[in-house]
């Protein structure tokens, strides 16, 4: 008969792992290498049916206690994690791809280097090609370290270049290193994923040897190939690239559009902002307001001056050419009901004059186009600007005044 | 002296044994001739074991070990057993005489030894396997997966299959799967009959020869120094010598992976009685420490309980007669008594009390506490009164602490020895691989531990708590009266409280459900939990079995009224 309290081996250990999780989750390091210390012997009953068996928990628990604990060193580290790649052959690279990356974090670098360079030489039968995955990261990531010598030599290199001396060997190693690094990375970026930090350093090295339409190539691909995932970076490292290249307006502002679809607050909207208004397309003008007002919905732009420079700057311009106000409406409609509050109160109004002159003048621009002459943001400020004596804010309220039937009609 | 078979030549009953280990009549000096096997309580590695159809058996084998009967190992785990009984005070009289006849008993029951045919014909059938010629008449070898699978003992699948499959390549004779020769043939053979010798049966015996020496130590003492580790069972394996080699099926002989739970080793233990044809156990009487007024007194003193409420605890005893010897005392084989379990009873009694006193349905015990504590202020002389609420106070403090400190000793339990186990010798290297990693990664993380760890063993002792009426704290209850909650009337002193209620109305069948009653914490009052708790504690039991014997002596109790009345609501007037 079964007894369900029957307090067997199974149950034992459960009740240690609970232990030990607990001191974890306090951070009291020392009772959870204690608990740790009655857990570990449920490797000689390991049978790996479980999700989760000994092995891995003692590898991940064992990781943690021993970053955190005070007494352990970097060597008493490592021979742990030799011990933990001894235990299972199916996770094999998982652990020596995180054993580079906690020695990497402690700023061993040439340790890390060590030991990817000694995973990458792994073969275990069929178990090699299962954990394809994992060594194509490892060799990734050696392939990273290789661009970072590369650069290291590279640096040197200019140095020496500065003090007039030439340095053949160094050269050679930094084309070895560029070979070695490229041939790595590209592999990696061949696989859907998100690489930034890959596609950066490997643009950069094709930059330098000149293969600028590999680059574009490769760019191309991380940005618009569908089945890597939807990633703002991607189309900001292109754009950059353009422009570097000084490619046309119009294939920097395609580049900038998606960017815009998936990230509308982020920093590039401005630029991009910026290109529209001058474009001799209406279209791109029209895309242009649509991306400031856009912007200018998230918190963080809300006292952003340029960014409410450039929104006034166009709106003013469409007012006074009295062509296209109803692009004004358009995006209006649907702020009319909480921008008032959330950029145009009473009190933001004081504020914004206290603490940035130039911010409440292109914001009571606004205001005052948007929502007329007696609006409070517009009132207060320009009241203020004009009892200041500053000039900018009479000419200010006269063109508000002047153009105050726009607003009506926008209004209504 | 126990052996109750008639003799053959003088049908007289009246038995000794020879140096040889034979039984002879006394009255007619006639000696068995059944026996034939010595079998030594020491292994001495030069003993031979002659069956009869066996013959001499090999000294040496391959690795240094030699051949050995599975219940030559139990014979070993038992000696060693009783010797840690004798260290912790048991009399030597039960290693040398009683647990020993009762093991030879048994083996002559089982046939394994002492009788005309051990285990013959399936060893016949072993080597009939290895001929050819008799291809036809050969018995079918069962698998080994299907070995393993008869085995009671929980085993792990995957060893079990990975096990199976190295060896299902061998077609030699099966003692290659175990390392003792009979390995896979107890396994296989013996599933029918009920009684193969397991380890937790050798709690069994030690247990049944306690109880007939009346011993002063109840069953949930004797398992308590088991799991402390006073007494051996968890690896017991590695007290066999050298040359025994144990492996493969030994292992799902010999290996325990859980702790031997009480009903397991009580039942097994009646089962056993009735299968020796045991006669009548000594008499259970007053002066044994097994009586329900001694265990009372041991467990009120323990429960840090008043000694006056011992009067109580022998007036229940004493009205529901179950302070009698023809109660207590074991008799084997006999279905239509119940079977006492002694600590359970006294715990059972004193919770019985305690709601006779206290009621304890969350409310009466602490509106009487204040009562009691009102009268204590006027008290000025003899002792103090004994107030529900003090205790209850001291005693969650005590038992909240060392039952935290149980559960994290469990926690910390470790199962594996020094001397590894391997199921065949293929995967013997990476088993003592493993074990070296085991051994090192202990050593690294323990250093991490901080505080050194002494592996104590706490000494082995009756009394988990004790309470020192020298405590100036005023923590010791014992000689607090009951006066505080008592009253005169007519002259003798009852107990203010006029309710019962009851835990069941209605005991269930056992034989149906296995239970007498269903015990789930929130049917029943805090109180009546918290005080469960306590005994739960203190004899390592699951609170429900003790819930269970309260409510047999319930009725037992209140008998009379059960009966009068068909009808009934839970509360009652005594």
Redesign the interface.
Known sequence: STHEYKLNFKKSKEMCLSYIQDAMLQKQWKRAAEFLTFYIESLEKDFSTEYMGPSEMIWRIGTEILCHHSHSSMKEFNSFIEQMKTLGVKRYLKVCLEHAFHLLCNGLIDEAYQNLSLAESWRFGEQTAIQDKEMKLIQAYRGLLDYYSWCKQKNVLLQHGQNGFEDLSVEQEMHGCFRKAAMNLKEIIKIPGVWDLFVKCYVDLLEFYGDHNEAHQVLNEYAYNSKFPANPNAHVYLYQFLKRHGESKKSLISALKILHDIVPSHELMIDFNIMLQKSKKRKKRRLGLEVIFAALDYAGWKENVKAWSCLARQVKQIVISEKHLDWIKQEWNSRKDWWPAFHFSRYLAKRNWQENESLSYEKALVAGILLGKDCKYFKYVSHQGCKAQVKRFRILKKFVNKHSPVYLRMSG | RDFNERCAQCSEVNWGLTDGGRFYCRSCHNVTERTREVVNTDFISNTRIQTISKGLRKQEKNDGGCEWYVCEGFQLVLKKQAEALEALGVCPQMKDEILCNFWRRYLQKTKQAYCNRPAGETVKALSVCDSSTDVDSEPERPSLLHLLSLSES?G????DCSFASSISKVSESTSVCSGSVDGSLYLMKNRKEKLRMTMPMTLSFCYMALLWLREPMTLSDLLRFVEEGHIPYLNVFQHFPEKMKLYGLDLKIFCV???P?Y??VYNKMLELAAFLDLPRFPDITDSCFLHPDMLCMKYLMEANLPDELHNWTCRVVKKICIGEADFLTLVPGNKSKRNVKYDVLAAAVIVVVLKLLFLLDDQYEWLLSDFAEERNKNNKEGGPYFEFKKWYKVIKCSLDVKQKKL??E???????CEKPLFYSAKKKSK?LK??Q??V???N????????V?PAEKPNPSSFQLSWSEENTDGSCFHGHSLKGILQEKCGLLTAMNPDYWLCTVKLCNEKLCGHLAHYREVDFPQSYHFVLRLFSFLLRI?PSYIHDEVCVVEHKLFNKKLCKKPKYNTGLRK
């Open positions: 929980e792990d699948l995957q060893t992976e859980s702790w739970v009903e397991e559960d994290e469990r926690a910390k339990y470790l199962w594996r088993v493993r074990r990693m085991v090192n990664l202990q690294q993380f323990g250093k991490l531990s901080g505080s760890q699951q």
